[in-house]
Protein backbone atom coordinates (compact mmCIF):
# COMPACT_ATOMS: atom_id res chain seq x y z
CA UNK A 1 0.00 0.00 0.00
CA UNK A 2 1.80 3.47 -1.27
CA UNK A 3 0.83 6.01 1.47
CA UNK A 4 1.26 9.78 0.38
CA UNK A 5 3.48 11.92 2.02
CA UNK A 6 1.37 15.12 3.52
CA UNK A 7 3.26 18.49 2.48
CA UNK A 8 3.02 21.55 2.80
CA UNK A 9 3.37 22.42 -1.03
CA UNK A 10 -0.30 20.50 -1.24
CA UNK A 11 -1.73 22.90 0.09
CA UNK A 12 -2.31 27.27 -0.45
CA UNK A 13 -0.92 29.52 1.95
CA UNK A 14 -0.87 32.50 3.03
CA UNK A 15 1.39 35.26 2.19
CA UNK A 16 3.69 36.83 4.74
CA UNK A 17 2.78 40.71 3.81
CA UNK A 18 -0.76 39.81 4.21
CA UNK A 19 0.09 38.19 7.58
CA UNK A 20 1.93 41.41 8.46
CA UNK A 21 -1.15 43.78 6.97
CA UNK A 22 -3.63 41.91 9.22
CA UNK A 23 -1.30 42.58 12.26
CA UNK A 24 -0.97 46.11 11.35
CA UNK A 25 -5.06 46.19 12.28
CA UNK A 26 -5.55 45.39 8.16
CA UNK A 27 -9.07 45.00 7.46
CA UNK A 28 -8.92 43.52 4.54
CA UNK A 29 -5.92 41.92 5.36
CA UNK A 30 -8.27 40.03 8.10
CA UNK A 31 -10.92 39.09 6.15
CA UNK A 32 -8.18 37.41 3.55
CA UNK A 33 -7.35 35.09 6.65
CA UNK A 34 -10.74 34.20 7.63
CA UNK A 35 -11.61 33.73 3.78
CA UNK A 36 -8.66 31.01 3.91
CA UNK A 37 -9.43 29.30 6.95
CA UNK A 38 -13.56 29.47 6.43
CA UNK A 39 -14.11 26.28 5.27
CA UNK A 40 -11.90 25.01 8.39
CA UNK A 41 -14.17 27.04 10.85
CA UNK A 42 -17.27 25.47 9.26
CA UNK A 43 -16.27 21.95 9.52
CA UNK A 44 -15.19 22.89 12.92
CA UNK A 45 -18.78 23.97 13.88
CA UNK A 46 -21.14 20.98 12.44
CA UNK A 47 -23.71 20.06 15.26
CA UNK A 48 -25.09 17.23 14.79
CA UNK A 49 -29.27 18.33 15.19
CA UNK A 50 -33.07 16.35 16.18
CA UNK A 51 -36.18 17.51 14.27
CA UNK A 52 -39.45 16.80 16.00
CA UNK A 53 -39.58 13.92 14.54
CA UNK A 54 -36.62 12.50 15.69
CA UNK A 55 -34.09 12.46 12.13
CA UNK A 56 -30.47 13.41 12.40
CA UNK A 57 -29.79 16.22 10.42
CA UNK A 58 -25.97 17.95 10.45
CA UNK A 59 -25.96 21.97 10.28
CA UNK A 60 -23.15 24.50 11.12
CA UNK A 61 -23.78 25.66 14.47
CA UNK A 62 -23.60 29.62 13.84
CA UNK A 63 -22.89 30.61 17.68
CA UNK A 64 -19.99 28.40 17.46
CA UNK A 65 -18.64 29.43 13.87
CA UNK A 66 -18.59 33.07 15.14
CA UNK A 67 -16.86 32.41 18.17
CA UNK A 68 -14.41 30.20 16.24
CA UNK A 69 -14.34 33.66 13.81
CA UNK A 70 -13.58 35.99 16.89
CA UNK A 71 -11.00 33.82 18.84
CA UNK A 72 -8.90 33.64 15.20
CA UNK A 73 -9.28 37.23 14.70
CA UNK A 74 -8.25 37.74 18.35
CA UNK A 75 -4.88 35.40 18.00
CA UNK A 76 -4.48 37.22 14.65
CA UNK A 77 -4.20 40.61 16.70
CA UNK A 78 -1.65 39.68 19.70
CA UNK A 79 0.64 37.33 17.28
CA UNK A 80 3.82 38.40 17.55
CA UNK A 81 6.50 38.04 14.55
CA UNK A 82 10.01 37.03 15.19
CA UNK A 83 12.68 37.49 12.80
Sequence with gaps: MKTEKKSVS???L???WV????LEGDIQAINKILKHYEGYIA???V???YDEYGCVHYCVDET???RLETKLI???IGF????
Excluded: D, G, H, W
Excluded at 19 to 22: G, K, L, S
Excluded at 80 to 83: A, D, Y
Design 10 to 12: NKK
Design 14 to 16: IPL
Design 19 to 22: IERA
Design 43 to 45: KLS
Design 47 to 49: RKM
Design 64 to 66: LRR
Design 74 to 76: KTI
Design 80 to 83: KIVR
